[in-house]
C-alpha cells in the first residue's frame, strides 16, 4: 500500500542530534549523528530555503519551477548559537534551529511573533515499493490559522479542515470536492495574528497537504520521493508572501492585447463556413471580439500539425480573412502523436528517438483522440527544441496566433490512473527519472516548448499559449484554463474560486469555460457567467459542443444585449485590465485578489469566497443563484462607489446590493482613476483619440497607474512604454491630481475626457499645469465632464 497519510508513526524516521555545522557564505549545513543534513539558504531577508538529504549526500540540484531571474540577496546575516540551538537572523527573522532533533521555528525579527514551527518537523519513511523516501514535513497550526493557495483546487478558499493532494489528473465534470484535478501548485500561504507567510514545497512527485484535517493542530506536507525541499516566504504582508513567490517562480511577459479582449470557442467550430458564421455573427451583432478557436477537429483525423482537407481547405486563406476581420486563430495541439509512418511529426519523432519510454525499453504507447499515440519527452532540450520548430508552418505560414495546449496532464484514455504509469522514463532535463517524479510538469514542459515555438515564429509580435495542466512557474510561458467544468450555478462560484486562487498562486493569467463546458447553461446562468468572466483575466467562452449552442446569441435578446453589455464594459476596461497584467508581469502583483489579500487585518475577509477585486481598484462580486434581483456581499472596509449609480458607500459590513440581470455588483475604490478606452468590435479596430479617466472623488489621498505601450511585439522593452503615476489628493473645497509619466512611448491620443465622479463641492475654478480653464468649456450638467485637450502634469479643481 501507498502510503497518503502523513502519520504513520511506526514507519517514521527522525533525525537525531546536530553534531556538526558549516557555513558557506549564505548556504549554512547543519548536519546529525544519524546522517540526515539540513541545507539552509538565506536567499533573501524574508525567504529561506530549506533542503534536506537523508543519505549525507545531496542530489543534483535542479528545479523546473525557480525563475532564473529571481532577485537574491539580504541586509543582514548572523549566526549564533546557545547550547540548545542555533540562531539565524536577517533583518526580516529569526530561525532557531534545535540541536536536539534539527527542528525549526521562525519568529518576526521585530516583534518576535512566533510565525510558523515545526511540529514533528522534517520526518521520512523509506518506502520500499516508490523506491526512495516518502519524505514529510509537519508544523504546529498557529490558533486562528487560516490556510490559502494551492492553484486550481475547487474546494473552499480558506484550506483549513481539509487535505489535498497535487497530481495532474484530466477531470472531466469535477465537483467542488474533487481532488486531485488538473494542476499542480505546492504553494501555500498562512495567516494567524494579522501576519501571513507563505511555503512552496518544490517537488514534483505526488505530494500531499494537510491543513488540520488529520490532526487538528498540525499542518503537514510531504510527497512520495525526491526530497524535502522548501522555500519559507515572510510577509507579514499575503500579498508580499504572493509577489515574493511570483518572483521566485517567475512571470510572463506581456501578452498581445487582444489576447486579454473576448475569447469564443467550441468544441469543435467546423467547417470553414460554421467559423465564418460564428465570426460574421459577432460582427453583425457587434459584439467584440479577438479570438476563434479550432479544437481537434481541424486536424486530419486529430494528427497535430495537420489540417483536415474536407473542413478546412485553404487553412492560410482562412485565417488571413479572420485576421482581416480582426480574429486571431487559436489552434489546439495535444501531446499524444498518432502512430501512422506515413506521418511525418510521428517518423521524424520516432527517427530521432523523441518519444517516452517505458522502463525496459518499449515506447510509452497510449490511446487519446487520435488512436493509439507515442508522447514527446518534453524534458529533454533536444525534444522541445524539436517540438518549437514544429510550429513554423502553423504560425510563420498559416498565421495562426496562439496555441492551446490541452491533455497534458498527460491524459491516457482507458486505462488505470488515466495517465502514464510509473515506469515511464524521462530525461527531466538531464537527471533522468520515471513518471513518479515527472508527471507533475509534463504538461508545463509542453507549453514550454510551445512557447518557444510560437515565440520564434511569430516574432515581432507577441506568443500566446494556453495549457490545462501545469507546475509552479508554468506561469512563465503560457495562460491556461480551469478544465472541464460543468454548466451548473456551484461551478460559477467554483470558477470565481479557482481564478483567485490561481492568482494567489502566482498564475494570474487564467479564466474558466465561460457558460461552463459540460451540460448545458440557460440563458440566465450564461449572462451571469459572462458577467464574472469580463473581470477575469482570461475571458474565453468554451463548450462541450453536444448539449446544443453556447454563443451570445444563443439564448434570446434580453441575453444577449447583457452579454454584449459586459464584454463592452470589458473593452473599455483594457486599459485597466492591461495595466493590472503590466503590474503582474513588473512587479509580481496578482491581477486579482482575494478580499483576505486585500484586507488580511479584517477578520472579517479570512473565509470570505465571492467578493474579490480585480486590478487594485474594482470590487466584483458575481451573482450566484438564479432570479436573483441583487445579493448581500461584504465590503471591505474603505470608502467605495457603487459602479452604477455612483452612491458612496463605507465599507467594513455586509449590504445588500441591487443587480438586476443587466447589472452585477460592482464598485470602484473612493480616489480611483480608472482609465478606459473607446468600445472595439477587436483590439486595433480603431485608433485611440482619446482616453476616459473616470475620477472618483475622496477626501484623502489614492494613487493610480496606467500602462500603455504598442499592444504587442517587443519595442517595449527598449523603454518604448508610457506609465503615467496619477496621485490623486481630495479635500472638502479642492481635488488635485498629479501625473508623473515615464516611458519613452508616444500615446495615438492627446485628448484626456475627464468624469468626475462624487465631488461634494460646486466647482468654481479649475486650472490644468496652471493656467486657468474657461469654464464655459466645461461641461457639468450633472455629467461633470472636462475635456482637455493635451498631455497635462498637474490639474486643480477647486470649489
Ligand atoms: O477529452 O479537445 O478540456 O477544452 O474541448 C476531451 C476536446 C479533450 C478536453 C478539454 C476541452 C476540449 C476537449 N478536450
Not at 446569441?553 to 492591461?578: C, G, H, M, Q, S
Amino acid at each position: 500500500m501507498i502510503l497518503n497519510t502523513e502519520l504513520e508513526y511506526k514507519g517514521n524516521l527522525f533525525p537525531a542530534d546536530i553534531t556538526d555545522y558549516k557555513k558557506d557564505v549564505d548556504v549554512l549545513h547543519f548536519s546529525t549523528s544519524n546522517n540526515i543534513i539540513l541545507q539552509l539558504t538565506v536567499l533573501r531577508d524574508s525567504l529561506l530555503r530549506f533542503r534536506y538529504t537523508t543519505v549525507g549526500k545531496f542530489d543534483n540540484d535542479f528545479s523546473y519551477a525557480i525563475n532564473e531571474d529571481a532577485s537574491r540577496g539580504y541586509n543582514h546575516l548572523e549566526i549564533t548559537d546557545d547550547d540548545k540551538k542555533y540562531i539565524v537572523t536577517t533583518s526580516k527573522l529569526i530561525c532557531h534551529i534545535h540541536k536536539a532533533d534539527l527542528r525549526k521555528s521562525i519568529f518576526d525579527a521585530k516583534d518576535h511573533t512566533l510565525i510558523c514551527e515545526d511540529e514533528l518537523g522534517f520526518h521520512w519513511e523509506e518506502s520500499y515499493e516508490l523506491g526512495g523516501d516518502i519524505v514529510k514535513m509537519s508544523k504546529a497550526a498557529q490558533n486562528g490559522e487560516s490556510y490559502y493557495g494551492l492553484g486550481d483546487k475547487p474546494q473552499h478558499i480558506n484550506l483549513k479542515g481539509r487535505r489535498f493532494e497535487n497530481w495532474a489528473t484530466d477531470s472531466y465534470a469535477f465537483g467542488k470536492d474533487t481532488d486531485p484535478i488538473y494542476k499542480a501548485i505546492p504553494f501555500y500561504t498562512g495567516l494567524h495574528h494579522g501576519k501571513s507567510y507563505g511555503i512552496f514545497f518544490d517537488n514534483t512527485f505526488k505530494t500531499f497537504f494537510d491543513f488540520c484535517q488529520e490532526r487538528r493542530n498540525v499542518t503537514s506536507f510531504w510527497a512520495q520521493g525526491g526530497e524535502m525541499n522548501y522555500y519559507f516566504i515572510y510577509g507579514p504582508k499575503m500579498q508580499d508572501v504572493v509577489t515574493s513567490y511570483t518572483d521566485l517562480t517567475g512571470t510572463p511577459e506581456l501578452p498581445p492585447l487582444w489576447a486579454l479582449g473576448y475569447h469564443q470557442c467550441k468544441w469543435s467550430y467546423y467547417p470553414e463556413s460554421n467559423v465564418k458564421e460564428i465570426t460574421n455573427k459577432f460582427r453583425e451583432l457587434k459584439i467584440p471580439c479577438d479570438a476563434i478557436y479550432l479544437d481537434i477537429d481541424y486536424m486530419e483525423g486529430f494528427r497535430c500539425f495537420t489540417w483536415s482537407k474536407d473542413h478546412f481547405p485553404e487553412p492560410k486563406r482562412m485565417v488571413k480573412e479572420l485576421a482581416d476581420d480582426g480574429f486571431k486563430t487559436v489552434v489546439i495541439i495535444d501531446p499524444g502523436i498518432k502512430i501512422d509512418n506515413a506521418y511525418s511529426v510521428f517518423k521524424e519523432g520516432l527517427d530521432k528517438d523523441y518519444f517516452c519510454k517505458r522502463a525496459d525499453g518499449p515506447y510509452m504507447k497510449g490511446k487519446v483522440w487520435p488512436g493509439e499515440c507515442y508522447f514527446p519527452d518534453f524534458t529533454r532540450p533536444e525534444v522541445r527544441e524539436w517540438w518549437a520548430g514544429l510550429f513554423k508552418e502553423l504560425v510563420e505560414d498559416i498565421g495562426v496566433k496562439g496555441v492551446w495546449n490541452d491533455m497534458n496532464e498527460p491524459a491516457v484514455m482507458d486505462v488505470p490512473g488515466k495517465t502514464f504509469p510509473a515506469d515511464v522514463r524521462h530525461d527531466y532535463d538531464g537527471n533522468p527519472c520515471s513518471h513518479q517524479k515527472a508527471h507533475n510538469i509534463y504538461g508545463m514542459q509542453m507549453a514550454r516548448a510551445t512557447y518557444h515555438g510560437l515565440k520564434r515564429f511569430n516574432y515581432p509580435k507577441r506568443p500566446f499559449v494556453i495549457t490545462r495542466s501545469a507546475y509552479s512557474g508554468t506561469q512563465r510561458y503560457t495562460s491556461t484554463w480551469m478544465g472541464d467544468n460543468v454548466a451548473s450555478w456551484e461551478h460559477l462560484q467554483i470558477a470565481n474560486i479557482q481564478a483567485q486562487r490561481l492568482a494567489l498562486s502566482g498564475f494570474s493569467f487564467a479564466g474558466s469555460d465561460i457558460g461552463g463546458f459540460a451540460e448545458q447553461p440557460n440563458g440566465e446562468l450564461y449572462a451571469r457567467w459572462i458577467q464574472l468572466g469580463a473581470f477575469h483575466p482570461f475571458c474565453r467562452t468554451h463548450s462541450s459542443g453536444d448539449h446544443g449552442d453556447q454563443e451570445p446569441w444563443a439564448f434570446d435578446e434580453e441575453i444577449t444585449n447583457v452579454v454584449r453589455k459586459f464584454i463592452e464594459i470589458r473593452y473599455e476596461l483594457l486599459p485597466y485590465l492591461y495595466t493590472a497584467f503590466y503590474q503582474y508581469a513588473h512587479d509580481n502583483v496578482p491581477m486579482l485578489k482575494s478580499l483576505v489579500l486585500f484586507d488580511q487585518e479584517d477578520s472579517q475577509t479570512h473565509y470570505r469566497t465571492d467578493e474579490f477585486i480585480c486590478g487594485n481598484q474594482l470590487l466584483i462580486c458575481p451573482i450566484n443563484e438564479p432570479n436573483s434581483q441583487g445579493r448581500r456581499m461584504y465590503i471591505p472596509k474603505g470608502e467605495w462607489y457603487n459602479f452604477w449609480t455612483k452612491e458612496l458607500v463605507s465599507g467594513g459590513k455586509e449590504a445588500w446590493v441591487e443587480a438586476d440581470l443587466d447589472s452585477m455588483p460592482i464598485f470602484v475604490k473612493a480616489g480611483a482613476i480608472i482609465p478606459k478606452y473607446p468600445v472595439q468590435q477587436y483590439v486595433g479596430e480603431k485608433d485611440i483619440e482619446e482616453l476616459t479617466l473616470d475620477v472618483y472623488y475622496k477626501n484623502g489621498k489614492e494613487d493610480s497607474e496606467l500602462y500603455e505601450d504598442a499592444n504587442d511585439g517587443y519595442d517595449y522593452t527598449k523603454g518604448r512604454y508610457s506609465l503615467k503615476k496619477f496621485n490623486l489628493a481630495g479635500t472638502d473645497d479642492k481635488l488635485i491630481i498629479r501625473i508623473h509619466k515615464r516611458g519613452k512611448y508616444m500615446t495615438s491620443y492627446s485628448t484626456f475626457k475627464i468624469n468626475l465622479f462624487g465631488l461634494p463641492f460646486k466647482v468654481a475654478s479649475i486650472k490644468v499645469d496652471n493656467e486657468y480653464v474657461d469654464l464655459k468649456d466645461v461641461k457639468f450638467n450633472g455629467a461633470n465632464t472636462l475635456v482637455i485637450s493635451k498631455e497635462f502634469t498637474n490639474l486643480q479643481i477647486k470649489a
